[in-house]
């Protein structure tokens, strides 16, 4: 019998280490997902990998072209519908299965022959960790507090935090998604101390930690983020390939007399009638066999 972690390490090995496919390696490498409606085909494997960490942003990839069954059940498993994102070739059967869906274009960037990256001084960037989490918890906005405790905490990824006068972290730039040669960058900074740099070095430093461990940087940036997207311009970042998100559209708020859809029923989703298989992850489904089931 062939162990869930050998059945991720395999389909991840199946996937070039290319940036379209470091969200779903990622997720394969680590466990923390599980994955549905697994098909062979002669291009390659084609499945849906599910983000199993419980948390409001929890999001699915979209690897090749699954069945739109495979699709809609892994919108259905996130009760808030989630996020979606698929490489271009998968982003038309995503469209039909999940209909009213918002799509937007991601711009996938890799850093050029000519980087334009910021020098660091020495205390101005460090490393970010539970100590400093607990310290700076109470100055933190409730979504940015929530997204380090799942990064530091439970992920145990390298976060790192540009200093302001007195020592204060202002912005965050962590390494959440990772495979062996890529990682994603993705940052945050505090509104008050946006426009003066602190998330150009914040990466900087990074980029640098990061290439030192035989990694190179990916920056995604949907393409109605104008403010990300002239930050990786001006680090020398340069396109590389494109993804498509897709978001549930918002739905209208109800009166209190008007019925409300069930907790675990994405709005717009219907349950597949087909069977699928499933591959669980076991350190996020602890008591899991470890066997290629179906439901």
């Not at 993804?243 to 349950?271: H, I, M, T």
């Amino acid at each position: 019998m062939v162990s869930t972690e050998s059945h991720m390490e395999l389909l991840a090995e199946s996937l070039p280490d290319v940036p379209p496919y470091l969200y779903a390696r990622s997720m394969l490498l680590s466990g923390r997902c599980e994955v549905l409606g697994l098909e062979e085909g002669r291009s390659g494997p084609s499945f849906v990998a599910r983000e199993l960490e419980e948390r409001e942003d929890r999001w699915f990839c979209v690897v090749g072209r699954p069945s739109q069954g495979a699709i809609r059940e892994a919108a259905r498993r996130n009760r808030n519908g989630g996020e979606v994102l698929a490489a271009r070739e998968g982003a038309p059967r995503v469209a039909k299965a999940l209909p009213g869906w918002t799509a937007t274009r991601v711009i996938v960037h890799l850093l050029g022959d000519a980087p334009r990256l910021p020098r660091v001084g020495e205390r101005e960037v460090k490393p970010f960790g539970a100590p400093d989490l607990d310290a700076a918890s109470d100055d933190l906005p409730k979504d940015l507090r929530s997204y380090l405790e799942s990064a530091v905490r439970r992920r145990g990824a390298l976060v790192a935090a540009s200093l302001a006068d007195g020592g204060r972290p202002v912005s965050f730039c962590c390494a959440e998604d990772e495979t062996e040669g890529l990682w994603d960058i993705a940052i945050e900074t505090l509104e008050a101390h946006r426009r003066r740099g602190h998330a150009a070095r914040c990466a900087s430093w990074m980029v640098a930690e990061m290439s030192r461990r035989g990694k190179e940087p990916v920056w995604a940036a949907e393409e109605t983020n104008p403010a990300s997207l002239r930050l990786a311009a001006k680090l020398g970042f340069v396109p590389a390939d494109e993804l498509v998100l897709f978001q549930p559209a918002p739905q209208p708020e109800l009166s209190q007399n008007e019925p409300r859809p069930k907790a675990d029923v994405a709005p717009g989703v219907r349950s597949p009638a087909d069977v699928l298989p499933v591959i669980r992850g076991p350190a996020i489904s602890p008591g899991h066999s470890g066997e290629v089931s179906t439901w």
